[in-house]
Nanobody
């Protein structure tokens, strides 16, 4: 049974930084591209960053140049470095395999709040 544990969220002022971590039990990230998703209140969950098995990252336009995704395959862990945070980045952030859908298992997520 896969478990995903996201951590590192918190309250930060606009312009600040946070680093999110995602630890997976099992080998979900050993065989799948990984993604960081977020869901803001009243909005659908969206993919903000993904990293291929080969380590190639891609980003949503809204976070390009500010966020950086990385992975440690040996530790089955994925990270999201978030810089120059904006109020519109406020959301619950989740990690999962890139292809995860609504019927897949999701962890609890980690709350990121950007506010002055």
């Amino acid at each position: 049974q896969v478990q995903l544990v996201e951590s590192g969220g918190g309250l930060v002022q606009p312009g600040g930084s946070l680093r999110l971590s995602c630890a997976a039990s099992g080998s979900i990230f050993a065989f799948n591209a990984a993604g960081w998703f977020r869901q803001a209140p009243g909005k659908q969950r969206e993919l903000v960053a993904r990293i291929s098995l080969g380590g190639v990252p891609t980003y949503a336009d809204s976070v390009k140049g500010r966020f950086a995704i990385s992975r440690n395959s040996a530790k089955n862990t994925v990270y999201l470095q978030m810089n120059s945070l904006k109020t519109e980045d406020t959301a619950v952030y989740y990690c999962n395999k890139n292809s995860a859908g609504v019927d897949d298992y999701w962890g609890q997520g980690t709350q990121v709040t950007v506010s002055s």
